[in-house]
């Protein structure tokens, strides 16, 4: 498949295959740190239900998951891991999963939203507290429990600014949940492509600023302890704060990178069609570099207002790298694949240089693309430029509302689960 998946029905029927072969992927791939972090856990809840039975109190604070509770394992940072959640305790935040609550759902499970209290962490009646996000999975299949565990082992020890918080989890019988920080504005994904009818567009520099967000948290993954690969890095995955601070979410694809002198890591091949990057599509070579292809496609979302897979377009412009590739390469043109919707907002010199930097992103060649610390400074280098050249200091940021029981909210939140049986985004509309 050299040379990028091709623009025609052919493509289109290989995106499929890619989606569905992610299915059995997941399935199958099984990597032994996550599989040796289950055991870790499921000895830590066989313990923990021994002490429930002896315990009057079920809200007791002793059941929350501490440093005591968890062996002793190299690199596991067990000083930050997650708080562990009993099933009943998600009920009482949720009001027992209550229709009114849900905020999303998927082929996976469902989104709620809880409340917690700030102070024990324990759960509390709807309406006080801490707001929450709680996932479910589905009991049947084991692709989404592949993903529950990935999301322990990765959130658990990855902590940043711009990589949304894992604050829990539920293992108990065959249930299992994540409970995560409640992310007000939800996707990205749903602000750039106005499904929602009341949300304004995104300003030019509140674009500029998610990106910056967004390439921190490769960064910061990209050079931590032991350096993690995404492998479904989108639009749907950056989810946005109250204060449109854009957060990295869903590591349930995430795997370590090469360790010692190894370049890649060989793996099959999963993600999300569009973003994952055209060499590791062809041979199943993963390296840190896929990630930086899946960002630089992000950066032409946020610059384009268009979708990565649009079958409503034209032809020849449903795939939106191929079309925007020879816009990028001309200095003259390239201002035609700007978003209409924030034209007047930038200087033609700032949008230029953003520009090359997504067009560097999506080089043919790895070697050829920046590593994500040069792109963090290139988009700082592009704010300073901004703010001395006082761009959009006349424009104001949208203000967007958030009601959690609005249908907008809901679709908003439906980020929260990976869709992977649609070729062309993450949840179903």
Known sequence: MSGGIRTSVKGFLNAKRLALSEEIDTVNEIDEKITHNFTVLQAVANSLNKRKAQENSFGSPSYG????????????????????????????????????????????????????????????????????????????????????LSEIYYLGRLHHPNVVKLLGYCFEDDHRLLVYEFMAYGSLEVHLFGWASNLQPLSWILRMKIALDAA???????????????????????LLDSNYNAKLSDFGFAKDGPAGDGSHVSTRVMGT????????????????????????????????????????????????????????????????????????????????KAATLANQCLSAEPKMRPDMNEVVKELEQLREFNVTAGSGSSHNEPCQSHHSNSSSAKSSWRSWISFKSSASCSYIR
């Open 65 to 148: 998951l501490s440093i005591c509770d968890v062996p002793s394992t190299p690199g596991a940072h067990n000083d930050m891991f997650p708080r562990r959640f009993f099933y009943s305790e998600l009920k009482t935040a949720t009001w027992n999963f209550h229709p009114e609550n849900k905020i999303g759902e998927g082929s996976f499970g469902q989104v709620f939203k809880g409340w917690v209290d700030d102070n024990t962490s324990t759960s509390a009646n709807p309406g006080n507290g801490m707001l929450v996000a709680v996932k479910t999975i589905n009991r049947e299949g084991l692709q989404g429990h592949q993903e529950w």
């Open 216 to 238: 921190k948290s490769l960064a910061f993954i990209h050079n931590s302890e032991r350096k993690v690969i995404h492998r479904d890095f989108k639009s749907s995955n950056i």
């Open 273 to 352: 069609y569009g973003y994952a990057a055209p060499e590791y599509v062809a041979t199943g070579h993963l390296t840190g570099k896929n990630d930086v292809y899946g960002f630089g496609v992000v950066m032409l979302e946020l610059l384009s207002g268009r979708q990565v897979l649009d079958s409503s377009r034209p032809t020849r412009e449903q795939y939106l790298v191929e079309w925007a590739k020879p816009y990028l390469a001309s200095k003259r043109r390239v201002l035609k694949i700007f978003d209409a919707r924030i034209k007047g907002q930038y200087f033609p010199a700032a949008a230029r």
